[in-house]
């Protein structure tokens, strides 16, 4: 397949090493150092004992790559506004545009049925409606992402946890597609495992209901998921921001059970810091909209109490306003 990845940071750039290095005609749009890197010396994945050497057409802006069969977007909710406009050259009249986003995506509104309508709030995902015009719902394919990578140099990825890298793939409406039974072939070719859901949004949900808690402690203490679960204290408090939100989304027609999930982490969580928190360290916009007010919208809107994830989420949230990054 002729893919492009936009936005090939840490999880864009191991999915873009690991899809050229199985022989896929692969580009990316990324910026800075990073892409200097890339145009220079190719994209290296450093994974478990191996290490990847991929080629890749590395551009600033898509219009210097042209169409593709397929956007695999690895931008964060903050750096949208880009893809919007910017996609334009990549698309032809049937490529379809997969967003891999932590917490609610802005296309969750779309191809919704028999279930009770999202909160209005929703548009703040999209401001302006941007999105929405950039990228036509026809084009829209779901994904959920499990893959811990970082960039530890510029054009060169290390994927932190080798064998729990996953990319849930699912149409907006659930129906079965050929598009999406070949990106998943083109995926699994390429060693990422690709389960294809028919309700790409109890995907959605199951990895909000893990991402929630840990995001928000993990800005409020400062410390990895390991270190924060360490403490029963913290530990009991993420089990009941993840209940709360089970709840909220079970009041939304959506019950997680049974949503496809990568392999759990050993001894209490990761010994990294979620992104979130990576994001605050270092001065970068920080999700709190897509993953921590977004599920408090919909609790309002279904009338189901979230007192824990409230005031989580007050406190994270005023952190990342002080610094400027929400």
Not at 265 to 273: E, L, N, V
Request: some cysteine; glycine content about 12%; aromatic content about 4%.
């Amino acid at each position: 397949m002729k893919i492009c990845v936009f936005g090939a940071g840490a999880v864009g750039g191991h999915f873009a090493a690991q899809l050229a290095a199985a022989g896929h005609d692969v580009s990316v749009v990324a910026r800075g150092a990073h892409l200097v890197a890339m145009r220079r010396n190719g994209l290296t994945l450093l994974k478990g004992e191996r290490r990847i050497v991929a080629r890749v057409h590395a551009a600033e802006h898509a219009a210097d790559l042209g169409r593709v069969d397929c956007v695999l977007v690895a931008l964060k909710a903050t750096g949208l506004g880009a893809l919007a406009a910017g996609i334009g050259p990549l698309l032809g009249p049937d490529t379809g545009v997969v967003f891999a986003q932590n917490g609610i995506p802005w296309w969750y509104a779309q191809g919704l049925a028999g279930r009770p309508p999202p909160p209005a709030e929703l548009q703040r995902l999209d401001p302006g409606g941007a999105l929405a015009r950039a990228v036509a719902p026809h084009r829209v394919i779901g994904g959920v992402i499990y893959s811990a990578n970082e960039v530890v140099e510029p054009g060169v990825v290390r994927n932190n946890a080798p064998q729990r890298n996953v990319l849930v793939l699912g149409e907006p409406d659930g129906k079965a597609s050929g598009r999406v039974a070949a990106l998943r072939a083109a995926l699994e070719q390429a060693e990422i495992q690709a389960p294809v859901e028919t309700d790409i949004r109890r995907s959605v949900w199951a990895k909000l209901l893990i991402n929630v808690g840990s995001s928000a402690i993990g800005v409020v203490t400062g410390e990895s998921v390991k270190e924060a679960m360490a403490d029963p204290a913290l530990a009991e408090l993420r089990r009941r921001v993840h209940d709360e939100a089970k709840r909220v989304a079970q009041a939304h027609g959506v019950d997680t059970e049974g949503a496809p999930l990568p392999p759990p982490h050993q001894s209490g969580g990761p010994q990294h810091k979620t992104s979130m928190l990576q994001d605050y360290e270092r001065g970068r916009p920080m999700e709190i909209d897509a993953i921590l007010m977004a599920p408090l919208w919909f609790a309002r809107a279904a009338g189901v109490a979230a007192p824990a994830l409230e005031a989580l989420a007050a406190l994270a949230a005023h952190k990342a306003r002080a610094k400027g990054l929400a």
